[in-house]
Structures are given as structure tokens and as C-alpha cells.
């Protein structure tokens, strides 16, 4: 299992938007084909900031639905609540 983990840092105010719109594009939209789950994590520490974990069957998988018109246009509706963008990381399940 593929393991795709990316953190955000959302604008003041905006932090419901973010978690509404995650979930919208990935629970509603007959969630992704290779898509097995995904979590939303805030960070205790620093204000607005998010880590999103989506586990897929593979990354093959994710990289065909970012190709899609449909996530390209979440991508933009997305970009509204976003202040900025740290780090990403690819993983491999384990345990």
C-alpha cells in the first residue's frame, strides 16, 4: 500500500473549508478508484496547519486521478483556503 502524506497551512479562519473540501472531493465524489482511506490531522502545535494521509493501492493509482479535469478543478477550489504548502512524503505501508 502506498502511502501519500502532505501538510498544509491553512488560512486564518479557513480551517473547516479545508477539512469540508477534503472530504467532499474524496468521500463524494464515488471516491477514487485506488483510493483505500484517507485521515485529516491538525497540528497541536503550530495554528492552521494540517497533515493530510491518503492511503492508496498504489501510487500508480493516485498519480492517474491527479491527472483527471475533475481534481484539477478541486486543486483550484482548494488553492482559495491554502496559505501554503510544507513538506510531502511517499511511504510504504509496513505493519
Not at 2 to 26: A, C, M, N, P, T
Not at 36 to 44: G, L, Q, V, Y
Not at 46 to 64: A, C, I, Q, T
Request: charged fraction near 40%; hydrophobic fraction near 35%; glycine fraction near 4%.
Amino acid at each position: 500500500m502506498y502511502v501519500h502524506i502532505v501538510s498544509f497551512k491553512v488560512k486564518d479562519g479557513e480551517g473547516i473549508s479545508f477539512v469540508e473540501l477534503q472530504k467532499f472531493e474524496e468521500l463524494t465524489e464515488a471516491k477514487p478508484a485506488g483510493l483505500d482511506h484517507f485521515h485529516i490531522f491538525k497540528d497541536r502545535n503550530e495554528e492552521n496547519r494540517f497533515f493530510l494521509v491518503e492511503y492508496w493501492n498504489s501510487k500508480k493509482d493516485k498519480e492517474k486521478i491527479e491527472m483527471s479535469k475533475e481534481y484539477q478543478l478541486f486543486r483550484e477550489h482548494r488553492k482559495l483556503v491554502i496559505d501554503k504548502r510544507y513538506e510531502t512524503f511517499e511511504c510504504d505501508v509496513v505493519v
